[in-house]
T-cell receptor, first 113, second 112 residues
Framework: GDSVTQMEGPVTLSEEAFLTINCTYTATGYPSLFWYVQYPGEGLQLLLKATKADDKGSNKGFEATYRKETTSFHLEKGSVQVSDSAVYFCALDEGGATNKLIFGTGTLLAVQP | NAGVMQNPRHLVRRRGQEARLRCSPMKGHSHVYWYRQLPEEGLKFMVYLQKENIIDESGMPKERFSAEFPKEGPSILRIQQVVRGDSAAYFC??????????FGPGTRLTVT
């Protein structure tokens, strides 16, 4: 079945450092891809999405490009802030009749001042 | 427009008791999804419902778990005879079009 693999954390960075969190997927069709962020004690918030190959999703300085040839959707940000500390989840939408989401295991990002 | 509401936020049950988790979708949303997040893991799909119908329950354990989304009122995830392994965060998401899902804050269930 469809699956998502993302790099294990924790990822510890200093403020203003460059961030990359790797995400690759396996899917039989052409899924939509998402990044969600979960702050401590809260639910998931949609960070960005891409619906087809070569689409770039972006929000709040984060971006990710849907790469069909490498089945990847890596999350990047040029300069992280302490407030970006959270768990980041990569996910795909199986589509079909349910559109249920398949999630990666999450990557904890800790940004130090 | 209020977001997805879940209650209670925290629930403690002893082994063998029943747990009822409630989810009120965003206004105008008729699609509800339940996901479970075990400690140190990602979210796993459990069930997808529309009003009065279960559309996909492929992620639900075969026993003790049930879900409903009545014509009026919130969606309910019910766990009978809870065991320690049921301790997790349970998230509800709602959607107007079965595409973009909006998540609630979750219910953290602890079984003692």
């Amino acid at each position: 079945g469809d699956s998502v693999t993302q790099m294990e954390g924790p990822v510890t960075l200093s403020e203003e450092a460059f961030l990359t969190i790797n995400c690759t997927y396996t899917a039989t069709g052409y899924p939509s891809l998402f990044w969600y962020v979960q702050y401590p004690g809260e639910g998931l918030q949609l960070l960005l999405k891409a619906t087809k190959a070569d689409d770039k999703g972006s929000n709040k300085g984060f971006e990710a490009t849907y790469r069909k040839e490498t089945t990847s959707f890596h999350l990047e940000k040029g300069s992280v802030q302490v407030s970006d500390s959270a768990v980041y989840f990569c996910a795909l939408d199986e589509g079909g009749a349910t559109n249920k989401l398949i999630f990666g295991t999450g990557t904890l990002l800790a940004v130090q001042p | 427009n209020a977001g997805v509401m879940q209650n209670p936020r925290h629930l403690v049950r002893r082994r063998g008791q029943e747990a009822r988790l409630r989810c009120s979708p965003m206004k105008g949303h008729s699609h509800v999804y339940w996901y479970r997040q075990l400690p140190e893991e990602g979210l796993k799909f459990m069930v997808y419902l529309q009003k009065e119908n279960i559309i996909d329950e492929s992620g639900m354990p075969k026993e003790r778990f049930s879900a409903e989304f009545p014509k009026e009122g919130p969606s309910i995830l019910r766990i009978q005879q809870v065991v320690r392994g049921d301790s997790a965060a349970y998230f509800c998401a709602s959607s107007s079009d079965a595409y973009e899902q909006y998540f609630g804050p979750g219910t953290r269930l602890t079984v003692t």
